[in-house]
């Protein structure tokens, strides 16, 4: 199976076994972020759709393409575009990070949609999701509003986009999973909501069909060094391909991606949208059946090392062995709301504070409180899930790149007070996605699934560190109201 994983800053793909679990090949390239305007976020969808087909390409020439069973697919999420039906783009595909649409947001919240929104959806109203950003591209680029309503115009989020140009503009097609992250989907219904699209002003015939995310969406057609005719068998979004990576789904398992940003997600039996400080979502659904998760999303943490590490000398500093350097970070703590806070505060005109500046700070310092804000952050998050009836948390699993970072890992762990177990395989998300592909195209159960999990590695909690750490933490609580701005 050739999983394809296209995340903000990277695009690759991974082939691996379908008995052993092994991986085979992986391709890689890059791509490109950029921001015209203060809190705006933005990718050529163009060059991100052509990387994603280099990959996949690479990837296939690197086994026997005959033995190719199907493909699964793995994306950021809530990154939004237009473009025409013959395959052209209307636009720039607006990122997950993109706060531009924060004013008709606060207009949904001061008409009042926000109760009806949260119940339907499971989101609270936030630039972070897809609707406001497909809204947005009506509003300002003419003829879009009458070409979608002629159904001549595709809004979609990345899955959506990439089948169409893999399968040769034949499959319009959304996976619930990303539909989800629209806030115009119904989570009990798990259709286009006829209310939602009013409040947003979308028109029907400009979006996907939704499918389950373990379904066959298509085949390929028409793309350089890729025969035609694979089946793609799932579509999903990367952070719930890398909780079904991690576990299946498996209650008290919660999952923390550490890329760009987090997504903090757990699995729940059944809806729960009583939390207003984070998202209720469809975690995937495998053909049978829905599994919910109970998510929060952390905007900058990745992120908030690099721009860190950017904006600082660290030549001679081993960020992997930080407190060799900094055996603490002398009262710094650094918020990285660097465009807005997401969960649990929702606040998109909160920006970035350094705080705790005292003569004998380092670069070291800074680059320690930022690698700790990292762990703050998930630590807020699942402080909050905590309101949530029924939410246990046994054991922390962790992936993506940051979580390399032996300290940092065994920093969370002494934070949260429970085990972190990490992935040993960086490509999770396309594990993923690549075991929803093999529970369509080879009717895999969950026995030979699970034979697939990756190993993962475990950092045991210190519980004396634990008390401390706490004691930590109130200072970093006290430099986040000084983050949020208040009206």
Known sequence: VIAIDEGTTNCKAVAFSTTSGQVLAIASRPLEISTPHAGWVEQDA????????????????????????????????????????????????????????????????DAGHAPLIKKTTGLPIATLFSGSKMRWVLDHTEGALEMAQRGDLCLGTIDAWLLYRLSGGKSFCCDCSDAARTQLMSLQDLAWDPKMLEIFGIPAAALPQICPSSHEFGVTSGVAGVPDGIRICAMVGDS?????????????????????????????????TSVEALATTVAWHDGTRPTYGIEGNVAHSGDALKWMTEAVRTEGIDINHIDEHAPDSLGVY????????????????????????????????????????????????????????GFTIEELMVDGGPTRNDWLMQFQADLLGVPVSRSDTPELSAIGAGMLALKCGESLGEQALRALIPTHHTFTPDPARHERLLEAKRGWDEAVLLALRKD
């Open 334 to 389: 650094f918020v990285p709301f660097l465009t807005g806070a997401g969960a649990p505060w929702w606040q998109e005109q909160a920006r970035g504070v350094v705080v705790g500046l005292s003569r004998g700070v380092t670069a070291a310092h800074l680059i320690r409180a930022s690698l700790e804000s990292i762990a703050y952050q998930i630590t807020d998050v699942i402080e909050a899930m905590r309101q949530v009836e």
């Open 240 to 272: 719930h391909a890398a909780l079904y990576g991690h576990a299946l789904g498996a209650l008290g398992r919660v999952k923390a991606t550490y890329g760009t940003g987090s997504s903090i997600m757990a699995p729940l039996a059944a809806p729960d």
């Open 46 to 109: 163009a060059f991100l759709a052509d990387k994603t087909c280099e990959v996949l390409a690479e990837a296939i020439s690197k086994v026997d393409a005959s033995a190719i069973s199907c493909i699964g697919i793995s994306v950021q999420r809530e990154t939004s575009l237009a473009w025409r039906r013959d395959g052209t783009p209307l636009s720039k595909a607006m990122t997950w990070q993109c706060a531009r649409t924060a004013e008709f947001c606060q207009g949904l919240r």
